[in-house]
């Protein structure tokens, strides 16, 4: 089987990297913005020919959430009309995509594990851009997963752990929002649960699914578990989102039911405490 990835070098590109010595059954192409750029519809097609694949991971995402409001052409290039080229390159070479997605595409007022069929509804232009790729994707074909996660971290790219760990390196103290709700998701796990629908029997049940690890925090809390894991001293306090503004609004709470993605493919998922002790 051959599983071609966008986004190589990006953090979840890195963790399919990491993981892909455990699927030997499947050959992957690991392709990064040079070798192919999602916004070039000729190029899509021209790699998808060379390369033929089975399905096509797209791991490639703008995904810089503040920067995006004064970029939203750029935002919208690449997870929208990035998405839709992948998506027309799989239905003319007979691929089957999985599209990630994000939490950003909810508002944040609901107080109870967001589900697949919750109404969308984006607060900034980030948000609105993946989902209008997911709309793409939708409207091209329907032999697509389109996978919604959140708060990704690793050992891999830029994340908030690695800047949390930067920080603390330069500073004595940090000042962390704690009124934002979800949960951290290590991009490896993410990653296992990818390939696990790849492998699977079960690989025709498309739609919209859910995955992070399983529990929930605030990113003070979070915060202060990277930094008792990896045993470094530092004074953290908690400060209200209203301390803290930033260009684009997040979402108040962002905690994905993931009941969907575990019934159909069999997938276990671990609590962010658990994955970020082992992937620290």
């Known amino acids: 089987m051959v599983v071609l990835v966008t986004g190589a070098n990006g953090q979840l590109g890195q963790a399919i990297q990491f993981v892909a010595g455990n699927y030997p059954n499947i050959r992957f192409v690991f392709c990064s913005s040079s070798d192919l750029d999602i916004t070039n519809k000729e ?25 995006a409001e004064s970029e939203p052409e750029q935002a919208h290039l690449i997870n929208c009309i990035g998405a839709k080229n992948l998506a027309e390159a799989c239905k003319n070479f007979n691929a089957k995509l999985i599209h990630i997605s994000t939490d950003f595409v909810f508002d944040g007022s609901k107080n109870s594990p967001y589900n697949e069929t919750d109404l969308p509804n984006p607060k900034g232009v980030y948000g609105q851009t993946k989902l209008d790729g997911e709309i793409a994707i939708q409207e091209v074909f329907d032999t697509y997963f389109i996978i919604r996660t959140s708060w990704v971290y690793s050992q891999f790219g830029n994340n908030f752990m690695k800047t949390m760990l930067r920080l603390a390196f330069e500073r004595t103290s940090l000042s962390i929002v704690n009124d934002q709700i979800g949960t951290p998701t290590n991009a490896v796990d993410l990653a296992n649960a990818i390939l696990k629908i790849v492998e699977s ?32 001293k530092i004074d953290v306090t908690p400060i209200p989102t209203t301390q803290f503004p930033t260009p ?29 002790e082992i992937y620290k």
């Open 248 to 276: 684009a609004e997040r979402p108040k709470y962002s905690v994905l039911d993931k009941t969907k993605i575990k019934n159909t493919f069999g997938i276990e998922i671990k609590t962010w405490e658990q994955s970020i």
């Open 201 to 232: 029997k079960t690989n025709n049940q498309y739609g919209i699914y859910n995955f992070s690890n399983e529990g929930q925090c605030s990113w003070f809390d979070f915060a202060k578990k990277i930094f008792e894991i990896n045993q470094v």
């Open 43 to 67: 190029n899509c097609d021209s790699v998808f020919n060379k390369e033929k694949p089975d399905f096509c991971i797209n791991a490639a995402a703008y995904t810089a959430v503040d920067k």
